[in-house]
C-alpha cells in the first residue's frame, strides 16, 4: 500500500510527465523543457531535477509509458473475444496500432520517428525492453500464422540473402523469441511490419492525398496486400479443404 508520501512523488512524477507529453504535442521533442515544466507547475527547476536529473532521462521515461501504452493496447487486441483465423488476428493487431498511433500522434513520433530513440534503446535498458514489449506483442501473431502454413517461409528464406538470414537471427535471439523459427518467417515478420509501420506514418505525418479520405479503408487495403506479399498461395478448391475469409484467401479485407 503506498503511503501518503508516495503518492504525493507520484502524482508530481504524473504532473511532470503530462507536462512533459503537452509540450512534445506541440513541439516534438525538441520543444520539452525542464526549466518550461517547472514554470508551468509552480516548481523551482532544481525540484524537477529531483525527479528527472536530466531531460533525456524524461525523454526516456516518455518512450517507455508510450511503449507500455501501446502494447497494452496490442495486447487488448489480440486477447479480444471471437476466434478468428490467423490473417484476421494479424489485421486486428494492425488497426490497434494505428488507432493507438492515430490517439497519440506525438508520442508515436517519438517513438518511430525521433532519430535519438535509438540511441535511447542502447544507452537505456529499460527502453529496449519497453520496445521488445511491442515485438513480444506483434511477432507472436506473424509466428502462429507462419505455424499455420500460411506463411510462404521457403520462398521468402530462398529470396533472403545468407548475410541477412545471420541478421534477422542475431536479431530474433537479442530480443528473446526463441530458436525456433525460420528465417523466412523472421523475414515475412520485418515486411508485415515495415509495411505497417511505414503506412501509420504517412498517415500520421498528413503525407496522404487529400483525394483519399478514406484513410481507414486505405489502410485496410495495404495491410490486406502486405500480408497476401509474404503468405503461400492458397491451395485450389477441395485440396486441403476450402479456405474462407478474405485473409484466409489472401484477398482484401478493404
Known amino acids: ?33 525542464l526549466r518550461g515544466i517547472a514554470r508551468h507547475l509552480a516548481m523551482t527547476a532544481p525540484a524537477v531535477h529531483y525527479y528527472f536529473p536530466s531531460r533525456q532521462a524524461l525523454l526516456d521515461a ?35 496500432h494505428r488507432a493507438w498511433a492515430l490517439d497519440h500522434q506525438a508520442e508515436y513520433l517519438l517513438l518511430y520517428g525521433h532519430p535519438d530513440t535509438d ?26 500464422i507462419a505455424a499455420a502454413g500460411q506463411i510462404d517461409t521457403e520462398r521468402i528464406e530462398a529470396a533472403t540473402p545468407a548475410s541477412l538470414r545471420r541478421q534477422l537471427a542475431r536479431w530474433r535471439d537479442e530480443n528473446g523469441l526463441g530458436g525456433g523459427f ?39 487495403l495495404e495491410m490486406a496486400h502486405a500480408f497476401a506479399g509474404v503468405r503461400r498461395p492458397p491451395l485450389p478448391e477441395g485440396i486441403g479443404g476450402p479456405r474462407r475469409g478474405p485473409w484466409a484467401a489472401g484477398q482484401s479485407a478493404g
Not at 512524477?13 to 523543457?33: C, F
Not at 515478420?189 to 506514418?201: D, E, N, W
Not at 496522404?208 to 489502410?219: K, N, T, V
Request: proline residues 6%; contains cysteine.
Open 119 to 144: 540511441a535511447a534503446k542502447r544507452r537505456n535498458p529499460q527502453v529496449g525492453q519497453a520496445f521488445s514489449g511491442v515485438v513480444h506483442v506483434l511477432f507472436p501473431a506473424i509466428a502462429e
Open 182 to 220: 525460420p528465417a523466412g518467417a523472421l523475414a515475412a515478420y520485418m515486411i508485415a511490419s515495415t509495411q505497417l509501420y511505414g503506412a501509420i506514418t504517412l498517415e500520421v505525418l498528413g503525407h496522404i492525398p487529400p483525394e483519399l479520405a478514406d484513410h481507414g479503408a486505405l489502410f485496410d
Open 1 to 33: 500500500m503506498m503511503t501518503r508520501r508516495d503518492l504525493r512523488r507520484q502524482q508530481t512524477i504524473d504532473d511532470i510527465k503530462d507536462t512533459a507529453r503537452h509540450q512534445l504535442a506541440h513541439g516534438g521533442p525538441a520543444g520539452i523543457s
Open 62 to 96: 516518455l518512450i517507455v509509458d508510450g511503449c507500455t501504452s501501446l502494447a497494452g493496447a496490442l495486447r487488448a487486441a489480440r486477447e479480444g473475444p471471437g476466434a478468428r483465423l490467423p490473417g484476421e488476428q494479424w489485421l486486428a493487431l494492425c488497426r490497434a
